[in-house]
């Protein structure tokens, strides 16, 4: 298991911590051990908020034992893996989400199976963008596609992820990103006692 730390971008203060096996699982019932096994390191009392990875899949099989476990957990967002996703699962999703108030983060946005209409029908609390892919694109290509996301879901809270430099820490700076995530913030001491504030 690994984590990475979750920071605001304009001050670099702690904001939540991304929990990781550190391997993809094999099967629905592999991730929902997965999701298991991470859940127990987000302490409830916990200021922090605590993204996990889970496929819809998962989340539809188990979407009452999920229920029981988050009722009561506002620090907890599912973090939806995309990748072989079908279009009626994420429909499924959007159908149960506000019902049993889950709250969802798109990853690696623009990648793969991310697209449009799946922001539409989700509406997630959280998107990542995805800073690897945007290597050697100017602040302009960033910035619409902020100004698309926003336009889309307002108020929706952005999170630029594998950050690795200092040129792309300044592009989330200027266009003032909410979030940052990546190498270039981790440290020695990103261990499990920092899960707890």
Same mark, same amino acid.
């Given at each position: 298991m690994k984590l990475e730390k979750i920071l605001r971008t304009q001050?670099?203060?702690?904001?939540g911590y991304e929990l990781l096996m550190g391997k993809a699982p094999r099967s629905v019932e592999e991730d929902?051990?997965?999701?298991?096994?991470? #859940? /127990?390191?987000?302490y409830p009392e916990s200021l922090y %908020?605590?993204?996990?990875?889970?496929?819809?899949?998962t989340i539809i099989r188990h979407q009452d034992e999920l229920y029981e476990i988050l009722k009561d957990r506002e620090n907890?967002?599912?973090?939806?893996?995309?990748?072989?996703?079908? /279009? /009626?699962?994420? #429909?499924?999703?959007?159908?149960?989400?506000?019902?049993? *108030?889950f709250k969802f983060c798109i990853d690696d946005f623009g990648r793969r199976s991310s697209n #449009?209409?799946?922001?539409?029908?989700?509406?997630?609390?959280f998107i990542k963008l995805d800073f690897e892919l945007l290597k050697g694109y100017n602040l302009e290509v960033v910035e619409n596609v902020k100004r698309l996301v926003h336009s889309i879901i307002p108020g929706v809270k952005l999170i630029a992820e594998k950050v690795e430099t200092q040129e792309q820490y300044n592009i989330a700076l200027?266009?003032? #990103?909410?979030? %940052?995530? *990546?190498?270039?913030?981790?440290?020695e001491d990103s261990g499990s006692h920092m899960l707890r504030p």
């Open positions: 001050s670099l203060e702690p904001y929902w051990e997965f999701f298991n096994a991470l #859940i /127990e390191l987000a %908020v605590y993204f996990i990875n889970i496929y819809p899949r907890i967002v599912l973090e939806i893996i995309e990748e072989d996703t079908k /279009e /009626e699962e994420i #429909i499924y999703l959007s159908n149960i989400k506000d019902y049993l *108030g #449009i209409d799946r922001l539409i029908l989700l509406r997630p609390e200027a266009l003032e #990103i909410d979030f %940052v995530q *990546g190498y270039y913030f981790m440290h």
